[in-house]
């Protein structure tokens, strides 16, 4: 059976991802397909979990909420950072003890 027809993302872009990893060798088919059903699993949670009642589509400001709130996504947090205006940093630049501006 083709593992291609099973999954909805291209396996070839998961070996490629899985490729970058310097300890990564020869990547097994079936460890390939686990891989790429696993993120599948993993984009639907995440979208299933940030996505609110009564509204059609998904927004970065509901997959950032989504990670901010649950602790077993907390190492997202630096890459679904919440957003920010330019006032908002500002001011927490200024509270910010220690920072020397030249």
Known sequence: MDNDRLTQLPMSRIRT???TSPDMGNINPEALFLMCRSAE???EHMAKGAHRQGKKSLEYKDLAQYVEN???LEFLLQILPKKITVKEY???MEKKPGTDED
């Open 17 to 19: 991802v899985m490729k």
């Open 41 to 43: 699993m993993f984009i």
């Open 70 to 72: 649950d602790e077993k």
């Open 90 to 92: 500002k001011t927490m």
